[in-house]
């Protein structure tokens, strides 16, 4: 069964910084690319970022681009998603969801989310 | 960056009744087009991609029509567990962008 499990989230003020995991299992992690989406309280989805399967593509949402960063360790079946310069904007449940099948981008396994909230 | 815009915003339908909920793309996205819902406190499911063909385990009242600009999902006899919100979502072009959503409501 595929499970997405993401962590890290939590209250952090700001300007501050905060580093969210995903864990993997169930498939062959390795072989998929791999997303960031978020949802404000209230709001809808935003797409944020995008890590093929050996890392050599990645792409950011205008919005986070040059603050946050996408990275994977494939030994580790693991997704992570460094935040910085956080601001009031970025509160939000974030969701990883990996594809369909490989090289497609649309999300048929999502975790459950993490809360982030920026606030002082 | 590619606009996606839904609509309408809320809509009302009675259990047994048909739905039908619109996307559309400010410029094409071809047939690179999925539907989602999203229940309170769950994240999306997945329902159709490449803007017609039903994700595994959907039921086949879902159907999703269109390309181009223009995107439809139908709910043909609206279930207790249909009514969520629907977002629809292009991935033809990067950045990947979903519409606002659609609030299906009972009637």
């Known amino acids: 069964e595929v499970q997405l499990v993401e962590s890290g989230g939590g209250l952090v003020q700001p300007g501050g910084s905060l580093r969210l995991s995903c864990a993997a299992s169930?498939?062959?992690?390795?072989?998929?690319?791999m997303n960031w989406v978020r949802q404000a309280p209230g709001k809808g989805l935003e797409w944020v970022s995008y890590?093929?399967?050996?890392?050599?593509?990645?792409y950011y949402a205008d919005s986070v681009k040059g603050r946050f960063t996408i990275s994977r360790d494939n030994a580790k079946n693991s997704l992570y998603l460094q935040m910085n310069s956080l601001r009031a904007e970025d509160t939000a449940v974030y969701y990883c969801?990996?594809?369909?099948?490989?090289?497609?981008?649309?999300?048929?396994?999502w975790g459950q989310g993490t809360l982030v909230t920026v606030s002082s | 960056e590619i606009v996606m815009t839904q609509s309408p915003a809320t809509l009302s339908v009675s259990p047994g009744e048909r739905a039908t909920l619109s996307c559309r793309a400010s410029?094409?996205?071809?047939?690179?087009l999925a539907w989602y819902h999203q229940k309170p406190g769950q994240a999306p499911r997945l329902l159709i991609y490449?803007?017609?063909t039903r994700a595994t385990g959907i039921p086949a009242r879902f159907s999703g029509s269109g390309s181009g600009t223009e995107f439809t999902l139908t709910i043909s006899s609206l279930q207790s567990e249909d009514f969520a919100v629907y977002y629809c979502?292009?991935?033809?072009?990067?950045?990947?962008?979903f519409g606002q959503g659609t609030r299906l409501e009972i009637k």
């Open positions: 969801a990996r594809p369909i099948l490989t090289g497609y981008l649309h999300f048929d396994y």
């Open positions: 169930g498939f062959t992690f390795s072989s998929y690319e």
């Open positions: 890590i093929s399967s050996t890392s050599s593509t990645i």
């Open positions: 410029q094409s996205v071809s047939a690179n």
């Open positions: 490449g803007a017609s």
């Open positions: 979502q292009q991935y033809n072009n990067w950045p990947i962008t």
